[in-house]
């Protein structure tokens, strides 16, 4: 890497990153505010997780966007965490300040704030959360501080739900019998596993006959944009409410945290559109 250029720099780290949105995204975003900022991609192997911080602050980086499988040990490399990361112990944004590294999560903000701008203010509402890995628990995080009534979180195993289940005051494991039936009686539903992308394209994560109408269903995939859970839940009535969003609204937080700069969703939105009718 090399910031010869005399712009600032920020990097995406993940392993891999080479389909990584995020370049695209926040590059527009820099363009649109007229800052000379680039974003670079980074693909970091597990095993050089640890010198991240050090790497990017030994290079002048002002800012990073982390991803898997380095959240966690990136949130252990930093100076100080956030109040957003400090009980997740787990980041996807760093901001550097001369030698402080300041860790942040973006995520489980960024969905809420999708739901937001998709018109469905989650406050009072019953939430069926599926899954319980990284992004859940930043989305549960999130969601308990965002008045929900109550978070019903299922996933494969109880230990990691119960753990996801501690973020929030609202929020409760499900055993996977119990789970069908807050399923069914929830507000709004949320996918936060893999299941709908790739191998599992033509999968859903739950029973579809679940699915009514006056529901929100919210995906985290994005690519496919419109998964067959979304697919099938439009066409039972329910909301829609696709992954883009949250990785739209999570990487304008970034924004603000790296320039101080707000960027306007529909513009990155629009970006990130293109470039996944390019691949």
Excluded at 65 to 78: D, G, L, Q
Excluded at 103 to 123: K, Q
Excluded at 200 to 220: C, E, F, H, K, N
Aim: proline share 4%.
């Amino acid at each position: 890497m090399s910031a010869s250029t005399g712009a600032e720099v920020v990097a995406v780290v993940g392993h891999p990153v080479g389909h990584s949105l995020s370049p695209v995204i926040h590059n527009t975003a820099f363009a649109a505010a007229g800052l000379d900022w680039t974003m670079i991609a980074e693909d970091v192997a597990p095993e050089e997780g640890p010198k991240i911080v050090e790497w990017a602050r030994s290079r002048g980086l002002r800012g990073l966007a982390v991803t898997m499988p380095h959240k966690v040990v990136v949130a252990e490399s930093v100076d100080r965490l956030h109040e957003s990361a400090m009980a997740l112990r787990s980041v996807n944004t760093v901001v550097f300040d001369g030698d402080d590294a300041l860790g942040l999560s973006t995520d489980g903000d960024g969905f809420v704030d999708s739901l937001r701008a998709a018109g469905h203010d989650p406050a009072g509402a019953m939430v069926a959360v599926i899954g319980a890995g990284a992004a859940a628990r930043s989305i549960v995080d999130a969601l308990g501080r965002s008045a929900v009534a109550g978070i019903n979180i299922g996933n494969r195993t109880d230990e990691a739900a119960r753990s996801a289940a501690l973020l929030a005051g609202v929020a409760t494991a499900v055993s996977s019998d119990e789970f069908p039936e807050v399923v069914a009686a929830a507000d709004i539903v949320v996918n936060t596993t893999p299941i709908g992308m790739g191998d599992t394209a033509g999968a859903a994560p739950l029973d579809l006959s679940l699915i009514r109408a006056g529901q929100v269903v919210a995906d985290i995939v994005y690519h496919p944009l419109e998964t067959t859970l979304l697919r099938e839940a439009s066409a039972r009535g329910a909301t829609t409410v696709d992954g883009l969003g949250m990785l739209v609204h999570q990487a304008c937080r970034q924004q603000i945290a790296w320039t101080g700069v707000e960027s306007d969703p529909a513009v990155l939105r629009a970006a990130a559109l293109a470039e996944l009718a390019r691949r």
